[in-house]
T-cell receptor, first 114, second 112 residues
């Protein structure tokens, strides 16, 4: 299994509070991704990174920011959490561009915003 | 516009029966096509992928998929389903410019 960990695995937070989710990889892969998974929507790309300090928006980036200061870590921040951000968040990595390469997924973080 | 469609939300099959999960995509050029599987409480795992060449691709766990350009389809098949195949299956399409879209998934139940 690819070495991908996500922390925390579960979190309950209140509306309006900031939340940061962490993805850590030990594979030294260049590309990292954040997805959210919701019933009826499958997985949707939030943001991705193609190198240290290089990030770009995905399909559903509003309300989220990311940072990547080291190859191994990719942080997803909800600046002011809303109930619509209740979801399961998955981090993924790939050696080359994910639209043409296998992505390896972490175990997910279940976030509940009350 | 939806890039990939999985028309079946849920499918139930008997153990030992054959399986076909449908996937349709919308894209002018030939996309990069993937099938992923998600076991309960887990992340996703790649079953197979198609980029070019032979339109019938073999994957892990005895799965195969066939790319049909005329039907814009990439259906997943398995000749004999095992109870351990119960999971959620996602078709995905990759497009130039690091665009990547998942379908909404098909949940598979296997009955004894």
């Amino acid at each position: 299994d690819a070495g991908i960990t996500q922390s925390p695995r579960h979190k309950v937070t209140e509306t309006g509070t900031p939340v940061t989710l962490r993805c850590h990889q030990t594979e030294n892969h260049r590309y990292m991704y954040w997805y959210r998974q919701d019933p009826g929507h499958g997985l949707r790309l939030i943001h991705y990174s193609y190198g240290v300090k290089d990030t770009d928006k995905g399909e559903v980036s509003d309300g989220y920011s990311v940072s990547r200061s080291k190859t191994e870590d990719f942080l997803l921040t909800l600046e002011s959490a809303t109930s619509s951000q209740t979801s399961v968040y998955f981090c993924a990595i790939s050696e080359s561009q994910g639209w043409l390469d296998e992505q390896y997924f972490g175990p997910g973080t279940r976030l509940t915003v009350t | 516009a939806q890039s990939v469609t999985q028309p079946d939300i849920h499918i139930t099959v008997s153990e030992g029966a054959s399986l076909e999960l449908r996937c349709n995509y919308s894209y002018g050029a030939t996309p990069y096509l993937f099938w992923y599987v998600q076991s309960p409480g887990q992340g996703l795992q790649l079953l197979l992928k198609y980029f070019s060449g032979d339109t019938l691709v073999q994957g892990i766990k005895g799965f195969e998929a066939e790319f049909k350009r005329s039907q814009s389809s990439f259906n997943l098949r398995k000749p004999s389903v095992h109870w351990s195949d119960a999971a959620e299956y996602f078709c995905a399409v990759g497009k130039t410019g690091n665009q990547f879209y998942f379908g909404t998934g098909t949940s598979l139940t296997v009955i004894p």
